[in-house]
């Protein structure tokens, strides 16, 4: 069973398209805390953001390398399962779950719901941004602001995004401070840092990108007088 | 104490298994779950049927060589601990325990509980050594080690090759065997000559043997009976990486 990739390759890959992932997320929930300022403010500003965004070859370039990372990590994700699910012992009683969390063993499960959300994700924002005949608001920017707003009006879509976005804090709980091991962070005194960061880091993310539509719903449809 | 057993039972390596029922009565809480098994056997050997074959040798939880997955947990319910050392009086009266062979591709099973952990075997022959003459045993601190290193190449040494990690990591990983066999000859200026040889032979090894992925639940290292840190699988990870982009 000699391939050209060894088990650990494998996994150093899935670090390194994880981490760049990890990295895009912050960019990407600064960005998107803008929608929390006033109406107006966030309309002026998340718009302008998206068209210097949109326009900069620096950010195009990052761009292919996230869309890289994003499509290695998820096909490296699905040839280590199946590789694992071809290795793995089979029990007639199972109680092995006691010695590890259920997040770590469910990594591709929780892939797999952020993946879906993910094409919900880039259908509603990503494909309109770039594709679709969007309006211009008064700065002559397209105006995503608006298309984001309208999204965040149903409950239900507020709903999945929330839940969508705690399958990627646990995804990232175990994650993140996977990636160092599999990058060979052996340290005791390190390890013990990147998991408090790991922690802090999920905590952060999971929190930001769950509290904008919430945020949003809010807003648009709770009278604050 | 009266015990239920559900014990798999395989004729060899080609057959299917099944789990057989058996009860067993006047099981003294003191007993090792290796003598219970024993005192079992020796009622199957009197009403003339084969006995349970298990491995098994010293009884003090050093060698390595006992290893069960009881009610689905490599060695039991208890966590660092070897099967010879857990004890009936973990159990109740009237209890039902199901007793299987640690599992994996790389850990074909034999007979019974009877496991063929040869693969480790093999791991450690394609590297796990460091290349010197024999003879006349060396002046011991010709080489100078700080205490410190020491006792962590110690620490990862510790490991008896039971191959509970394998058993109980959902990718059947060998990651924390290999691992510790690496990591404690990397630290020592002695293994560190062919560290980078050492960690890429063992590592294909390790894959050739049918291994899974380590994805680091962690939970080998729950079920060590050595408590043999996941951070050797990091320190090997890094060793690896190392030799790969050097080479």
């Known amino acids: 069973m000699k391939s050209t990739f060894s088990t650990l390759m494998r996994k150093t890959l899935m670090a390194l398209t994880g981490l760049f992932l990890c990295f895009f997320l912050v960019i990407h929930l600064l960005g998107n805390l803008q929608l929390l300022l006033p109406a107006v403010q966030a309309k002026e500003s998340f718009n302008g953001y998206s068209q210097l965004l949109s326009g900069n070859i620096f950010i195009k370039i990052i761009s292919y390398v996230l869309y890289t990372s994003l499509i290695v990590h998820c096909l490296d994700a699905l040839v280590i399962t199946l590789k694992n699910r071809k290795t793995a012992g089979k029990y007639a009683v199972d109680q092995r779950g006691a010695s590890s969390k259920w997040y770590s063993r469910n990594m591709g499960i929780l892939g797999t719901l952020i993946l879906i959300f993910l094409v919900f994700h880039f259908k509603d924002f990503w494909y309109q941004y770039k594709f679709g005949a969007l309006p211009t608001d008064e700065y002559g920017h397209k105006d995503l602001y608006t298309i984001v707003i309208a999204a965040y009006q149903d409950w239900w879509y507020v709903l999945f995004y ?64 | 104490m009266k015990i239920n057993l559900k014990i798999w039972r395989q004729t060899d390596a080609g057959s299917p298994g099944r789990l057989v029922d058996y009860e067993l009565d006047h099981v003294i809480p003191h007993m090792s779950f290796l003598e219970m098994m024993d005192t079992l056997n020796e009622q199957l050997i009197l009403s003339g049927d084969r006995p349970v074959e298990f491995d098994h040798d010293c009884r003090e939880g050093i060698c390595g060589q006992c290893g069960m997955m009881i009610n689905g947990r490599a060695h039991g319910p208890i966590p660092h601990l070897t099967t010879c050392q857990l004890h009936m009086r973990e159990f109740k009266d009237g209890d039902t325990i199901y007793v299987e062979p640690f599992r994996g591709k790389g850990f074909p099973v034999k007979r019974d509980l009877r496991v063929d952990r040869s693969a480790f075997d093999r791991i450690i022959m394609a590297g796990g050594f460091i290349s010197v003459n024999t003879g006349q045993a060396p002046e011991a601190n010709g080489i100078p080690v700080s205490h410190e290193h020491a006792e962590s190449a110690f620490d990862s040494a510790a490991c008896i090759g039971c191959g509970a990690c394998v058993a109980t990591c959902k990718n059947s990983s060998a990651a924390l065997f290999t691992s510790a066999k690496i990591a404690h000859l990397a630290k020592l200026p002695q293994g560190k000559i062919e560290s980078r040889k050492r960690v890429l032979s063992m590592v294909e090894q390790m894959d050739i043997e049918a291994f899974g992925h380590c994805t680091n639940t962690e939970a080998c290292e729950v079920e060590c009976p050595q408590d043999i840190s996941v951070l050797n699988i990091a320190r090997m990870n890094w060793e690896y990486t190392l030799s790969k982009v050097l080479k």
């Open chain 1, 162 to 225: 929330v839940l969508s976005m705690f399958a990627l804090g646990y995804h990232l709980l175990h994650g993140f401070f996977s990636a160092a091991r599999s990058l060979g962070v052996y340290h005791p005194k390190y390890v013990s840092w990147i998991r408090i960061f790991g922690r802090g880091y999920s905590y952060a993310i999971t929190a930001g990108f769950a509290i904008i539509p919430i945020y949003i719903y809010l807003t648009q449809h709770v009278s604050w007088n």
